[in-house]
């Protein structure tokens, strides 16, 4: 049985993904109203997955999608 969806998690993933810059993590914490260390834990999950990436001193911003489209696949041969 898969276990229920993360609220913060969800959350946390839309600020980053409509953010149109970086977003800073003491943004993140006062915007998701929770402790600094499940914060952090909650980001290093998200990074480690591939959701989300370190921006250097900036913030966190939304991962590239590992998998092109096929708008990009068009021309190089592969199919």
């Known amino acids: 049985m898969e276990p229920p969806p993360d609220p913060v998690r969800e959350r946390m993933l839309a600020l980053v993904r409509h953010a149109a810059a970086p977003v800073p993590t003491a943004t993140l914490?006062?915007?998701?109203?929770?402790?600094?260390q499940t914060l952090l834990a909650l980001l290093h999950r998200?990074?480690?997955?591939?959701?989300?990436?370190?921006?250097?001193?900036?913030?966190?911003?939304a991962a590239p999608q590992a998998v092109p489209g096929p708008d990009l696949?068009?021309?190089t041969g592969t199919r």
């Not at 914490?29 to 600094?36: C, D, E, F, I």
């Open 29 to 36: 914490r006062t915007a998701l109203g929770v402790r600094k």
């Open 46 to 61: 998200l990074a480690t997955e591939g959701a989300i990436r370190r921006a250097g001193r900036d913030g966190w911003t």
């Open 73 to 75: 696949l068009e021309g």
